[in-house]
């Protein structure tokens, strides 16, 4: 093979070597006048990845008269909002629409609440047969399932 550029012959290797807007082949010699380009690496082998279940079946359910609970037992410790948001690390305005109902609060928001405010405010969900569900239990749950798991 020769060099692209003084048209000597290569010994070993070609350089790939980018010079203005064109790749050449050239020889060591020729490589200082561009840019030598380097061969990409090898892609690696792509690690098996391990992926949590898109949707899991909540284990708890807050109640439903969590605002009613919630503004008792803040009262109750006479305490303000503004407290209660501070002691569990979220915004006064947080609570206030948590205690108009608003907003219903997250699992880990309930914990924080019940343990600051010494409440229950989350109950465990029973366990519903595949026969109640039917065959959407391979599936997943359609929408009239879970209409008639609240139901019953």
Not at 34 to 51: A, D, F, I, N, S
Not at 54 to 81: C, M, Q, T
Not at 87 to 111: C, F, H, Q, T, W
């Amino acid at each position: 093979m020769r060099c692209e550029i003084c048209g000597n012959k290569i010994i070993g290797k070609p350089m790939k070597t980018k010079i203005e807007s064109s790749t050449m082949l050239t020889c060591n010699a020729c490589a200082k006048f561009g840019k030598v380009q380097r061969e990409p690496p090898r892609p690696r082998r792509p690690r098996p990845v391990r992926r949590k279940p898109r949707f899991e079946e909540p284990s708890h359910e807050v109640l439903e008269d969590y605002n009613s609970i919630i503004r008792e037992a803040r009262e109750k410790k006479g305490w303000s909002r503004e407290d209660l948001a501070e002691k569990i690390y979220e915004k006064a305005s947080v609570i206030n629409r948590l205690e108009s109902g608003k907003m219903v609060p997250d699992i880990k928001l309930a914990r924080k609440l019940e343990r600051i405010l010494n409440i229950k405010l989350m109950e465990k969900l029973e366990d519903v047969s595949s026969e109640d569900i039917g065959s959407s239990a391979r599936k997943g749950a359609t929408i009239g399932d879970i209409a008639r798991i609240k139901r019953n």
